[in-house]
């Protein structure tokens, strides 16, 4: 529309342009030709009435040269006539004279010049031609005549010219606006939508709406869209048809059609929900407008993909600047922004809430509970109060959303929502929820020093299903629970009974969507390298959100180890670090940052020449494409989480590395070590470990990278995203 508006305008104005020049030319030329008639006509009557008027004056006879005067101004309707002495004065004339009795200059310049001249006066009364004309006695010039014509005519035709042409021109724009409006609107506008709406919903997969416009005109390109999204719709149905004879193969990868086919089949096409903290889409304010970004994280990776491919609601704390300003009245927006194929769905929370719910409960104490990274957890009752009322508020924003739907499938995500599966199960006893622990589960010890620990694990309970990465996890958790909470635990069937209800524990450790061939292939650009002035021979990786858990400091110390114990690296060897900002209200997070900084700029004093640094530290958030292209040009990607669920970074690296080279520097203490057995496994704790292993790495023959990389990726691409979520929601689905 807002084209079509343009278009128009564009044509109003140009041909209000033609008008305007147009007018201006007619109007110049009418008044040319007006005043030299109105000349020409004075001077022939200013000639001849000085013949008339001069044997009088020459007489003296001023009473006959008034007569005169009076005969010829009313005989031929002359504005007025004055007769004027050689030294200027007035001698003569009729009444209301436009010109001064003195003369002025004109009669004088007149009666110097001895020829003829005139000029305009305007008044308030209106506008008169004055001609003046020198009067003879003897050949000498003894006075002058002057005569005056009404010549207020001339400005009035200008203005009706003005008048009739604006008048015209209007008419003539406002038809041309109406007709190019509509023939923009009615030809252009409605072919291309409802091209550009067969091309959308072709590529929604609903293939009903035609391409063919109206217009013979866009015949050729209609018919083209056409073939276009016939041959798409035949490649879905190919896709379709062969991931649902592929669904009973267990062997055969699984792919986002897979899922797609699998979640028909299995759920019937009922709806999913996913409930999350963290939303995958920020809208934030800048200067020229709003922008999105997908925040750094594992959880929004993952369930990111399945989203994409199932659809359904995401439900999620809106946290962006700019988030309100984007969705619509029920605070809903399609995503991905560039291709929707799901909606988000926010949650409003106030700086409070947040701070106590989010920075308290969650950051400050159920995260460091989680994970052995020796941070104490701070356990203040005001966070809790926060933590309780804003799952309460996410329970309510969720069951609105399921009001009209039966038995709805719910996932919800992570340890900042514990206490959401009771909340819903309670309004909701016919809803399927599940909750994802998206983080390690401490031993039953670790986990009693919780002062809130029964009603946490009262709320976890809600769920029908509760998955963790690991085994491991799930054997923390059944301890804890037959620890703290009268319930008959079901060691065959993994479950807990508590009352008639049961809880079904499993592992399902999570994944990445394994990248498609296109994206995999593509060659790696050296850009990057050489915009952060990176020369040196070998690169090492490390991708993560700024966390104490992630083991960054004992990173480096193991990269100060390595430059010790082997000089040759020096000044061959970067460390890149890619570290995202994260969570940076708390004061823990604050310091740790702090802290890496410190550490890097210190080994890089220690070490570090005029042209190279042995760390390189990027403190931002880097996009996917980005990422993969650093993970194609590393030699090592180096994790050294001292604790982590699982760590995608680990899958991600060897998912990129299509060229099955590259090493992975593995720590022994994240999830990601059972899943990957080609890695080189690390205690991050000791600096020397990861020394040795680093120089494993670098001198590692290329045959030996192949070996390892080749089995990273098949148990990647075998039990990759698409697989993990089929199999969370078959176990779901199951409980019936
Ligand atoms: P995280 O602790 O966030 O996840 P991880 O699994 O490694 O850790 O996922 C991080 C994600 O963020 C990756 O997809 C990575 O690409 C991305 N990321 C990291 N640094 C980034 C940067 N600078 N710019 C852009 N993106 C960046 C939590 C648990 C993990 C668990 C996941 C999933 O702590 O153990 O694997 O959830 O369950």
């Known amino acids: 529309m807002r084209q079509v508006i343009l278009i128009t305008g564009g044509v109003v104005l140009v041909v209000g342009l033609i008008v305007g020049l147009f007018s201006l030319n007619q109007a110049s030329q009418e008044q040319i030709e007006l005043t030299s008639r109105l000349q020409s006509r004075s001077q022939v009557l200013a000639d001849s009435l000085a013949e008339s008027i001069e044997p009088a004056y020459n007489t003296r006879a001023t009473s006959t040269v008034q007569r005169i005067i009076d005969r010829f101004v009313s005989s031929e309707r002359l504005a007025g006539l004055s007769v004027f002495d050689s030294s200027g004065a007035m001698v003569a004339g009729s009444a209301n004279v436009p010109i001064s009795k003195d003369g002025g200059e004109l009669v004088t310049t007149v009666m110097d010049s001895d020829e003829s001249g005139g000029s305009f006066v305007r008044r308030s009364d209106g506008t008169y031609y004055v001609h003046v004309t020198p009067l003879h006695e003897d050949g000498r010039v003894i006075g002058a005549l002057a005569v005056a014509q009404d010549a207020t005519y001339i400005d009035e035709s200008i203005s009706d010219i003005w008048r009739n042409n604006l008048l015209r021109g209007f008419s003539q724009i406002l038809i041309f606006a109406i007709a190019i409006f509509i023939l923009v609107r009615l030809v252009f506008y409605r072919a291309i939508t409802r091209m550009v709406a067969s091309l959308q919903a072709a590529r929604r997969g609903n293939f009903g709406i035609d391409a063919e416009p109206s217009s013979s005109f866009f015949e050729p390109l209609a018919g083209e869209i056409s073939k276009v999204a016939r041959s798409l719709h035949q490649a879905r149905h190919a896709a379709s048809e062969e991931a649902r004879m592929r669904l009973e193969k267990i062997d055969s990868p699984w792919t986002a059609e897979r899922l797609k086919e699998f979640i028909r089949m299995y759920l ?56 309100k300003s984007v969705v619509d009245a029920d605070d809903k927006i399609a995503v991905p922004p560039e291709e929707p194929k799901y909606t988000l769905k926010r949650v409003w929370l106030t700086p ?36 309780r009322k804003v799952n309460g508020l996410f329970a309510k924003t969720v069951l609105d959303e399921i009001r009209n739907v039966e038995r709805p499938i719910i996932l919800v995500q992570d340890y900042h929502l514990a206490l959401l599966p009771a909340l819903i199960k309670k309004s909701r006893p016919d809803a399927q929820v599940s909750l994802f622990w998206h983080i390690p589960w401490p031993s039953a010890e670790q986990f009693s020093i919780c002062p809130w620990r029964k009603e946490i694990l009262q709320g976890m309970l809600g769920a029908d299903l509760i998955g963790f990465h690991t085994q491991q996890y799930c054997n923390n958790f059944i301890d804890t629970v037959g620890k703290e909470i009268e319930s008959r635990i079901d060691y065959e069937q993994y479950s807990i009974y508590r009352n008639e209800y049961r809880t079904l524990i499993r592992p399902f450790p999570i994944s990445i969507a394994f990248p498609g061939s296109a994206e995999a292939h ?10 952060l002035g990176i020369t040196s021979r070998h690169l090492v990786l490390g991708v993560d959100r700024l966390d104490y858990t992630k083991g960054i400091l004992e990173r480096f110390k193991g990269i100060e180890f390595l430059l010790d114990a082997h000089p040759e690296y020096r000044g061959n060897l970067t460390m890149l670090q890619i570290a995202a900002p994260t969570r940076e209200s708390v004061e823990k997070y604050r310091e740790y940052a702090a802290q890496v900084t410190g550490e890097a700029e210190r080994i890089n004093k220690k070490f570090g020449a005029k042209d190279w640094k042995p760390i390189m530290l990027e403190k931002r958030n880097h996009s996917h494409d980005e990422l993969i292209n650093l993970y194609q040009l590393a030699d090592v990607c180096l994790v050294t989480s001292l604790h982590d669920g699982m760590n995608l970074v680990a ?9 099955e080279s590259g090493v992975l520097v593995l720590s022994q203490f994240a999830g990601a070590s059972r899943d990957l057995k080609g890695a080189i496994l690390i205690n991050p704790y000791s600096a020397e470990e990861t020394s040795s292993a680093l120089h494993a790495a670098l001198i590692m023959p290329k045959a030996e990278q192949h070996r390892r990389m080749k089995t990273m990726r098949a148990s990647v691409r075998d039990y990759n995203i698409y697989r993990w979520s089929a199999e969370l929601i078959k176990a779901l689905a199951l409980i019936g």
């Not at 920020?282 to 989203?307: D, F, I, Q, Y």
């Not at 593509?522 to 915009?531: G, T």
């Open 651 to 659: 899958k991600e690296f060897a998912a990129a590395r299509s060229d």
């Open 352 to 387: 409070k809430e947040v701070r106590g719910y989010y920075s308290g409960l969650s950051s400050e104490a159920l995260w460091p509970l989680c994970h052995m990274a020796h941070v104490r957890p701070l356990f203040r009752a005001e966070d809790w109060r926060e933590y």
């Open 522 to 531: 593509k060659e790696p650009s050296r850009k990057v390298l050489e915009d």
């Open 268 to 323: 019937k096409d009922r709806p999913i929900f996913v409930v999350s903290n963290r939303e995958p889409y920020v809208h934030t304010k800048t200067k020229n407008g709003t922008k999105w970004s997908v925040p750094a994280g594992g959880a929004v990776t993952a369930l990111e993909s399945v989203m994409e491919a199932c659809g359904g609601t995401w439900i999620a704390h809106g946290s962006g600047d700019a988030d």
